[in-house]
């Protein structure tokens, strides 16, 4: 039987609750559990995918490509099992799942409410997700309730979670409350007073905490632990200190030192083997520890808010741990340099443009695509930036003029980038493609296996074949690429059905290391194992700055072509 861990949060949001369930799934994980996590939103849209990335952060793509949470990215980094789409759901899946029954007549003419029918739902909505795992029946799912204790929006999940508890029976399931201990300058002390009424607030409605995981700038001290325990029904030790720290992967062997996983066990009635977190500590040992050292510009859009880029941020992160490099990520708006140049860029040891949507700051991109390739300095284009590398080609190396993507511009006369409904020349004189594509102007989401040409760099770094996640509309337009081939540029992996170009990069004399991918590699990132293209990615800068941004004579191995 599967047991239950619910995980709410109170006072303020971002505390970082997705990252404290993914660290206990990690311990639990350690001590030879299954472990499932589960996210549940609160709000009405039925998932992230239209929702701004200054609103949400950034969309995750699960391997059966749904776009989810940005805290499944969390779980998967944490723990070794993938992520499916039964493993986060919102507020909007409930209600349209419930209407899609009503409409039926499958409720017999009942009206309809929140309690039980929502509720109902909510519960068969987790117990599914939990038993969809794919590492079989999980011994424990841990269940993150988004938002905070209080808000209109998270009552019916909270509800659920009661009912659910109280069906279940004892030992089987537990809840973990995150809450704020602020520290008050002007006083010179933490308070505990936001901490006791988000506890009380959440026994009002029926849910009395088992364990407090309190988050503080600093260590919180025993006498304001035995304050919080005494006032919150919940005994001193399970009161646990969660302390700003320089890294994530330090917080599982935090919580362990703490006896978070022995507390949880007990409440469960579960005895497992003893953890073993030294791959964690091995982790963090890497990380303060670095031999080298790089500095990469992350040139985009949302630099204001870098949770947009979350996984690509962990994923160079992995790399410098694999690479003993540490990696210093300066964000760079690139409508900056579409107005003051790209003075920004020199000091660079590599330079990185990331996925994204909309015309805002697209020139900005391409004016530091173009300055990577023509100075040699090492390029990774994720997703657009793939595609803003074949524009940047097309119009200063292959002479295509006004080349760019139907997505910026409908009426350019070289649409090198569009929708493959979108492929023919503009007299008509090349076929559009057949029909039956059921690409069309979709989007292509989710994990896809592609063979990889021989001879390339993209071979050197996965091998025979790459199989990445997706979330593009846009595709690199295959009647173009043959005039791009001729002028050096390679399109290195294809998909093996619809023929669409996965990867390119330019050829080995005309630049040492430039590699775009359709896909978002970041996604499949671990800390650890790391990603094969991010690794070569920092090797490449490294190699760039220790040569002392030589760029006549920067070289990093170039492949045949």
Same mark, same amino acid.
């Given at each position: 039987?599967?047991?239950?861990?619910?995980?709410?949060?109170?006072?303020?949001?971002?505390?970082?609750?997705?990252?404290?369930?993914?660290?206990?799934?990690?311990?639990?994980?350690?001590?030879?559990?299954?472990?499932?996590?589960?996210?549940?939103?609160?709000?009405?849209?039925?998932?992230?995918?239209?929702?701004?990335?200054?609103?949400?952060?950034?969309?995750?793509?699960?391997?059966?490509?749904?776009?989810?949470?940005?805290?499944?990215?969390?779980?998967?980094?944490?723990?070794?099992?993938?992520?499916?789409?039964?493993?986060?759901?919102?507020?909007?899946?409930?209600?349209?799942?419930?209407?899609?029954?009503?409409?039926?007549?499958?409720?017999?003419?009942?009206?309809?409410?929140?309690?039980?029918?929502?509720?109902?739902?909510?519960?068969?909505?987790?117990?599914?997700?939990?038993?969809?795992?794919?590492?079989?029946?999980?011994?424990?799912?841990?269940?993150?309730?988004?938002?905070?204790?209080?808000?209109?929006?998270?009552?019916?999940?909270?509800?659920?979670?009661?009912?659910?508890?109280?069906?279940?029976?004892?030992?089987?399931?537990?809840?973990?409350?995150?809450?704020?201990?602020?520290?008050?300058?002007?006083?010179?002390?933490?308070?505990?007073?936001?901490?006791?009424?988000?506890?009380?607030?959440?026994?009002?409605?029926?849910?009395?905490?088992?364990?407090?995981?309190?988050?503080?700038?600093?260590?919180?001290?025993?006498?304001?632990?035995?304050?919080?325990?005494?006032?919150?029904?919940?005994?001193?030790?399970?009161?646990?200190?969660?302390?700003?720290?320089?890294?994530?992967?330090?917080?599982?062997?935090?919580?362990?030192?703490?006896?978070?996983?022995?507390?949880?066990?007990?409440?469960?009635?579960?005895?497992?083997?003893?953890?073993?977190?030294?791959?964690?500590?091995?982790?963090?040992?890497?990380?303060?520890?670095?031999?080298?050292?790089?500095?990469?510009?992350?040139?985009?859009?949302?630099?204001?808010?870098?949770?947009?880029?979350?996984?690509?941020?962990?994923?160079?992160?992995?790399?410098?741990?694999?690479?003993?490099?540490?990696?210093?990520?300066?964000?760079?708006?690139?409508?900056?340099? !579409?107005?003051?140049?790209?003075?920004?860029?020199?000091? /660079?040891? &590599?330079?990185?443009? %990331?996925?994204?949507? *909309?015309? +805002?700051?697209?020139?900005?991109?391409?004016?530091?695509?173009?300055?990577?390739?023509?100075?040699?300095?090492?390029?990774?284009?994720?997703?657009?930036?793939?595609?803003?590398?074949?524009?940047?080609?097309?119009?200063?190396?292959?002479?295509?003029?006004?080349?760019?993507?139907?997505?910026?511009?409908?009426?350019?006369?070289?649409?090198?980038?569009?929708?493959?409904?979108?492929?023919?020349?503009?007299?008509?004189?090349?076929?559009?493609?057949? !029909?039956?594509?059921?690409?069309?102007?979709?989007?292509? /989401?989710? &994990?896809?296996?592609? %063979?990889?040409?021989? *001879?390339? +760099?993209?071979?050197?770094?996965?091998?025979?074949?790459?199989?990445?996640?997706?979330?593009?509309?846009?595709?690199?337009?295959?009647?173009?690429?043959?005039?791009?081939?001729?002028?050096?540029?390679?399109?290195?992996?294809?998909?093996?059905?619809?023929?669409?170009?996965?990867?390119?990069?330019?050829?080995?004399?005309?630049?040492?290391?430039?590699?775009?991918?359709?896909?978002?590699?970041?996604?499949?990132?671990?800390?650890?194992?790391?990603?094969?293209?991010?690794?070569?990615?920092?090797?490449?800068? /490294?190699?760039?700055?220790?040569?002392?941004?030589?760029?006549?004579?920067?070289?990093?191995?170039?492949?045949?072509?």
């Amino acid at each position: 039987m599967t047991k239950y861990v619910f995980f709410t949060g109170g006072v303020v949001s971002s505390l970082g609750k997705g990252i404290a369930a993914a660290s206990l799934a990690a311990i639990l994980e350690s001590r030879g559990l299954k472990v499932i996590l589960l996210k549940l939103d609160p709000y009405i849209n039925v998932d992230p995918g239209t929702m701004s990335p200054f609103q949400h952060g950034e969309v995750f793509v699960t391997e059966d490509g749904a776009e989810t949470d940005l805290d499944l990215g969390h779980y998967e980094r944490f723990i070794s099992i993938k992520m499916r789409r039964s493993n986060n759901f919102t507020t909007g899946q409930i209600y349209e799942s419930v209407i899609r029954k009503e409409r039926r007549g499958e409720y017999l003419g009942k009206t309809v409410q929140v309690i039980p029918h929502i509720t109902n739902e909510i519960q068969a909505f987790i117990e599914r997700g939990a038993t969809s795992a794919v590492c079989g029946t999980p011994d424990v799912a841990i269940v993150e309730i988004g938002g905070t204790v209080g808000d209109i929006e998270s009552l019916p999940f909270l509800e659920a979670a009661r009912q659910m508890g109280l069906r279940l029976g004892r030992h089987n399931s537990c809840f973990v409350h995150l809450t704020l201990v602020p520290f008050i300058a002007t006083a010179g002390e933490l308070k505990t007073k936001p901490t006791q009424h988000s506890v009380q607030k959440l026994r009002e409605i029926g849910i009395s905490p088992h364990v407090l995981l309190c988050r503080a700038d600093r260590r919180i001290p025993d006498d304001d632990r035995a304050k919080i325990s005494l006032f919150s029904n919940v005994l001193q030790d399970a009161v646990i200190s969660v302390w700003d720290v320089s890294s994530i992967y330090k917080i599982p062997q935090m919580l362990h030192n703490q006896g978070l996983d022995k507390i949880i066990c007990h409440e469960l009635r579960i005895t497992p083997n003893p953890a073993d977190l030294t791959p964690w500590s091995d982790l963090v040992y890497r990380l303060e520890h670095p031999r080298y050292e790089v500095t990469i510009g992350m040139v985009g859009k949302y630099v204001e808010l870098t949770e947009s880029y979350k996984s690509l941020i962990e994923a160079l992160c992995h790399a410098s741990l694999h690479t003993l490099t540490r990696v210093n990520i300066e964000y760079i708006d690139s409508e900056q340099i !579409e107005m003051e140049g790209i003075d920004s860029l020199v000091h /660079l040891d &590599a330079i990185l443009v %990331p996925g994204g949507f *909309g015309q +805002r700051g697209i020139e900005g991109k391409i004016k530091a695509i173009r300055y990577a390739r023509e100075e040699k300095v090492p390029y990774l284009g994720i997703c657009l930036g793939m595609q803003l590398a074949v524009i940047e080609f097309s119009r200063h190396v292959a002479n295509l003029r006004w080349a760019n993507s139907t997505e910026f511009d409908p009426l350019t006369p070289n649409p090198v980038v569009a929708l493959i409904t979108e492929w023919c020349d503009r007299d008509g004189t090349v076929e559009k493609r057949s !029909e039956s594509s059921d690409l069309g102007g979709t989007m292509r /989401l989710g &994990a896809q296996r592609c %063979p990889v040409k021989t *001879g390339t +760099r993209a071979e050197q770094i996965y091998g025979n074949d790459v199989n990445e996640r997706h979330r593009h509309r846009y595709e690199v337009n295959n009647y173009f690429v043959p005039t791009l081939e001729a002028n050096g540029l390679i399109i290195s992996a294809r998909t093996p059905t619809e023929d669409l170009p996965e990867m390119m990069e330019l050829r080995g004399d005309l630049h040492p290391w430039f590699v775009g991918c359709q896909s978002h590699p970041e996604f499949t990132s671990t800390p650890r194992d790391g990603h094969p293209l991010f690794k070569a990615y920092v090797e490449a800068a /490294l190699v760039y700055h220790q040569q002392g941004k030589n760029r006549e004579s920067a070289k990093v191995a170039p492949c045949v072509n």
